[in-house]
């Protein structure tokens, strides 16, 4: 799966950075299966969701937490 | 279209409070003209001699007469020393106009040294006498990557009598010069290698006032910033091909812009993950046609810290190239341009008001006035352009 995680202005005040080094974090078998790309301002974050915001697989998800992220991914993974 | 960019450095004579040498910079319409002027002994005696003869000389530069009825003048005025029979004051001149021609004029200081290409090159110098006073002039053409490098004499002389006999001499520094060439291109880090070397063959303790102006020739002397969407959404593809048919180095600031620049150019941009360096900035890419594409306000905050740190030019600031983040991307690439466009769009995010953020972030065309103030403090020609 892709994931993009925005790295605009307000996505990165509140923390999308900490969001990538969370995903690295993961065991390798969750890893193999995800791939990383940063991409700019969603345009959502003005009222309509809550930054950080990342896209996976073409949907987006908002007020992402680290941990919030990595259970996404888990539980995902774990579908396939 | 070509110009330079100029880094000098220099040693006083060992126990002197100023330099004896003197250098200016000066530009006319379409050209750019740099002077360097060795007065004689050291001291402030020296320096008055030195600064009157690049004042002089720029200021009629200014006034717009060409080279070789400056030289006349100069030439004309300067007084010889009446003891020595030498004159107050020697000089160089190195005109580059922007079609590729560099006018060179010497006047007893060494030979300046050119690399093009890589290797040495040495003009023909024409000979003129002026008032008794022997002027050399040479025309060549230059193209980017080529370098000038003019020093006084107390940059030949390191060494004399010290660790050699006639100090390291012209084809010595001209030799060491090209070995430098083939590991960097820096003009800043070429100077400061070759002045710091110059300082050790003193053994520290200067005999003479020292002088190295380097030149290096560059090619796209301006640049562009889109910085913010325009007011009008209607507006973006007017403002969006204005951009991209800008002739120079083109960066865009801020998220949304790059959006719009995609969307209407069918360009995908491309994010660098690799360049996630620094954790006060987001990471940075690139677009086909553009340079650099940076978020907005925190690197634009980044860049202008960086700016104002800087006092009279932009090579003040040294970085760890394998570890520069947005902003210090953008300065390197603003460093080498003379002219700068800032296109600032108006509209603001409105998710910038939210209190959960730690500053204002509707701040950007204030943000943008605190730039264009510092780069012309550096003496860049700003334009700014509001949409
Ligand atoms: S900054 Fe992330 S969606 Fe706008």
Redesign the interface.
Same mark, same amino acid.
């Given at each position: 799966m892709v994931i993009s995680i925005c790295?605009?202005? #307000?996505c990165? !005040? *509140?923390g %999308? %950075?900490s969001l990538?080094e969370a995903i690295n974090e993961l065991p390798e078998k969750y890893l193999n299966n995800v791939s990383? /790309?940063?991409? #700019? @301002?969603f345009?959502v @974050?003005?009222?309509q969701m809550k +930054?950080p915001i990342a896209k996976i697989d073409d949907k987006l998800y908002d007020d992402l937490s680290p941990d919030k992220i990595k259970k996404i991914i888990i539980a995902m993974v774990g579908d396939n | 279209m070509i110009s330079a960019v100029i880094y000098k450095k220099n040693l006083n004579k060992f126990g002197e409070e100023v330099c004896g040498d003197n250098f200016q910079l000066g530009k006319t319409e379409d050209s750019k003209i740099a002077v360097m002027s060795d007065g004689l002994g050291s001291g402030i005696k020296a320096s008055i001699l030195s600064i009157l003869t690049t004042e002089i000389i720029s200021t009629m530069f200014k006034k717009g007469v060409d080279v070789e009825e400056v030289v006349h003048t100069i030439a004309n005025t300067l007084p010889v020393c009446k003891v020595r029979g030498i004159a107050y004051s020697t000089f160089t001149i190195v005109q580059i106009f922007r079609n590729g021609m560099v006018k060179l004029v010497n006047y007893d200081n060494p030979k300046p040294i050119i690399l093009k290409k890589g290797q040495l090159y040495w003009p023909t110098y024409q000979e003129k006498i002026i008032n008794d006073k022997k002027i050399k002039i040479s025309t060549f053409t230059l193209d980017p990557e080529d370098f000038i490098f003019v020093m006084s004499d107390g940059v030949v002389h390191a060494g004399l009598g010290n660790l050699m006999d006639f100090g390291w001499g012209i084809e010595n520094i001209a030799g060491y010069l090209k070995r430098m060439y083939r590991r960097t291109r820096d003009i800043k880090y070429m100077v400061d290698n070759l002045i710091a070397v110059t300082e050790s063959y003193y053994g520290f303790e200067a005999g003479d006032d020292a002088t190295l102006v380097g030149l290096k020739i560059t090619e796209k002397p301006r640049a562009i910033i889109f910085t913010g969407p325009p007011l009008d959404p209607k507006k973006d593809s007017y403002y969006v091909e204005k951009f991209t048919k800008f002739d120079g180095k083109k960066i865009i600031s801020? =998220?949304?812009t790059? &959006?719009i620049v995609s969307r209407i150019t069918g360009n995908e $941009?491309e994010?660098? *993950?690799t360049s #996630?360096s620094s /954790?006060e !900035?987001? +990471?940075y =890419?690139h677009m086909e046609n553009v340079d650099l594409?940076t978020? =907005?306000?925190?690197t634009l905050k980044a860049l202008n810290k960086l700016l104002s740190e800087c006092k009279n030019n932009m090579y003040e600031i040294d970085f760890d190239k394998k570890n520069i983040n947005a902003a210090d991307n953008m300065f390197l690439i603003l460093r080498d341009c003379d002219e700068i466009k800032i296109m600032v769009g108006r509209k603001v995010?409105?998710?910038?008001h &939210?209190p959960? *953020?730690?500053f204002d $972030?509707s701040i950007r065309s204030n943000l943008v006035r605190d730039i264009v103030k510092n780069l012309q403090r550096v003496g860049k020609d700003v334009e700014i352009e509001y949409c």
């Amino acid at each position: 799966m892709v994931i993009s995680i925005c790295v605009g202005t #307000t996505c990165h !005040l *509140l923390g %999308s %950075s900490s969001l990538v080094e969370a995903i690295n974090e993961l065991p390798e078998k969750y890893l193999n299966n995800v791939s990383i /790309k940063y991409s #700019t @301002c969603f345009d959502v @974050c003005h009222g309509q969701m809550k +930054p950080p915001i990342a896209k996976i697989d073409d949907k987006l998800y908002d007020d992402l937490s680290p941990d919030k992220i990595k259970k996404i991914i888990i539980a995902m993974v774990g579908d396939n | 279209m070509i110009s330079a960019v100029i880094y000098k450095k220099n040693l006083n004579k060992f126990g002197e409070e100023v330099c004896g040498d003197n250098f200016q910079l000066g530009k006319t319409e379409d050209s750019k003209i740099a002077v360097m002027s060795d007065g004689l002994g050291s001291g402030i005696k020296a320096s008055i001699l030195s600064i009157l003869t690049t004042e002089i000389i720029s200021t009629m530069f200014k006034k717009g007469v060409d080279v070789e009825e400056v030289v006349h003048t100069i030439a004309n005025t300067l007084p010889v020393c009446k003891v020595r029979g030498i004159a107050y004051s020697t000089f160089t001149i190195v005109q580059i106009f922007r079609n590729g021609m560099v006018k060179l004029v010497n006047y007893d200081n060494p030979k300046p040294i050119i690399l093009k290409k890589g290797q040495l090159y040495w003009p023909t110098y024409q000979e003129k006498i002026i008032n008794d006073k022997k002027i050399k002039i040479s025309t060549f053409t230059l193209d980017p990557e080529d370098f000038i490098f003019v020093m006084s004499d107390g940059v030949v002389h390191a060494g004399l009598g010290n660790l050699m006999d006639f100090g390291w001499g012209i084809e010595n520094i001209a030799g060491y010069l090209k070995r430098m060439y083939r590991r960097t291109r820096d003009i800043k880090y070429m100077v400061d290698n070759l002045i710091a070397v110059t300082e050790s063959y003193y053994g520290f303790e200067a005999g003479d006032d020292a002088t190295l102006v380097g030149l290096k020739i560059t090619e796209k002397p301006r640049a562009i910033i889109f910085t913010g969407p325009p007011l009008d959404p209607k507006k973006d593809s007017y403002y969006v091909e204005k951009f991209t048919k800008f002739d120079g180095k083109k960066i865009i600031s801020g =998220g949304t812009t790059s &959006n719009i620049v995609s969307r209407i150019t069918g360009n995908e $941009m491309e994010i660098d *993950l690799t360049s #996630t360096s620094s /954790k006060e !900035l987001p +990471p940075y =890419g690139h677009m086909e046609n553009v340079d650099l594409v940076t978020e =907005g306000v925190l690197t634009l905050k980044a860049l202008n810290k960086l700016l104002s740190e800087c006092k009279n030019n932009m090579y003040e600031i040294d970085f760890d190239k394998k570890n520069i983040n947005a902003a210090d991307n953008m300065f390197l690439i603003l460093r080498d341009c003379d002219e700068i466009k800032i296109m600032v769009g108006r509209k603001v995010n409105a998710f910038y008001h &939210n209190p959960a *953020l730690p500053f204002d $972030m509707s701040i950007r065309s204030n943000l943008v006035r605190d730039i264009v103030k510092n780069l012309q403090r550096v003496g860049k020609d700003v334009e700014i352009e509001y949409c």
